[in-house]
């Protein structure tokens, strides 16, 4: 199993220097991915341009979108923006879509939440007919576009997944959550009649030291409150030791995940670094 490292994006008062810093130092560590979280009515950097940025100061690492709610933009728009930034990538976009959960995002984008599940049914239906059609695009473009993941825990999701998407994103929890997700993805995959398997893509939340470990999970209630009594349990399951995360790892290749991003909830470099120091083990 491949480990990512998330960008700090929705930590509030992150600079620009930091996400700089952040990718360039992920880029040479031992990390196959940078991810980003997407929302819209929050202190947090727009996810397309920070990728953007990250794509600008790194080679190696896949630039992924875990999640990117995409009927909050039009699907010209969001295949327009997915394309472009996959061509300044060199290829090493992977673009990670859901609905979301929060109605208030919908409510300022002037997109009636009610009507989520068919825009993005119809994203995925015409995003590489867009692609390919190549008229909207940047000519450097992969033939195809980046590959799709899908994100969310219904069945209209695994079946999303196995009908027009190359994988799976799992939102966070813990492995054995993962691994119920897993199997109908997997099984939906199977009944359409796709050949090999999807991608299977997970994330967690991470920070050390005490004084880290009591902020990052005030900030998990705050980004998850929207979810009422459940955003302490996202809380509670913020790794803040090497041996939390070493478990976390091995529960997650052991239910079979392809690549896991764990997040940051410091936007401290240290933080980067010791995450780095614990997977260089």
């Not at 490292?5 to 996400?19: A, D, K």
């Not at 709610?69 to 394309?83: D, E, M, Q, Y």
């Not at 015409?126 to 008229?135: A, P, Q, S, V």
């Amino acid at each position: 199993m491949r480990v990512g490292v998330g960008l700090p994006t929705t930590l509030p008062g992150t600079t620009g220097e930091q996400l700089v810093h952040w990718a360039r130092l992920a880029d040479q560590g031992p990390f196959s991915s940078l991810g980003v979280l997407d929302r819209l009515v929050y202190d947090s950097y727009a996810p397309f341009l920070s990728l953007s940025m990250a794509a600008a100061v790194t080679n190696r690492v896949k630039l992924a979108t875990t999640i990117v709610i995409g009927p909050l933009l039009s699907t010209p728009l969001l295949a327009k923006a997915a394309a472009s930034l996959d061509a300044i990538a060199g290829g090493r976009l992977v673009l990670g879509l859901a609905v979301g959960a929060r109605k208030e995002d919908y409510d300022v984008a002037g997109v009636d939440y009610r009507t989520r599940g068919r825009r993005l049914q119809d994203q995925l239906s015409t995003l590489r007919d867009i692609w390919e059609d190549g008229k909207i695009v940047p000519g450097a473009v992969r033939v195809g576009g980046p590959d799709i993941l899908v994100g969310g825990l219904s069945d209209v999701t695994y079946a999303r997944v196995a009908r027009y998407a190359d994988g799976y994103v799992h939102g966070g929890g813990p492995p054995r959550a993962f691994a119920r997700a897993a199997d109908k993805a997997r099984a939906a995959w199977y009944d359409a009649g796709r050949a090999g398997r999807p991608q299977l893509w997970a994330q967690g939340y991470f920070a050390f030291g005490e004084q880290a470990a009591e902020a990052g999970a005030r900030y998990l209630r705050d980004y998850y409150a929207f979810t009422g009594p459940f955003a302490e349990r996202i809380a509670a399951g913020l790794l803040t030791t090497p041996q939390a995360v070493a478990g976390f790892i091995r529960g997650y290749a052991e239910a079979g995940c392809d690549e896991l991003v764990l997040f940051p909830t410091s936007n401290d470099i240290s933080q980067l670094e010791q995450l780095a120091h614990i997977l260089d083990r």
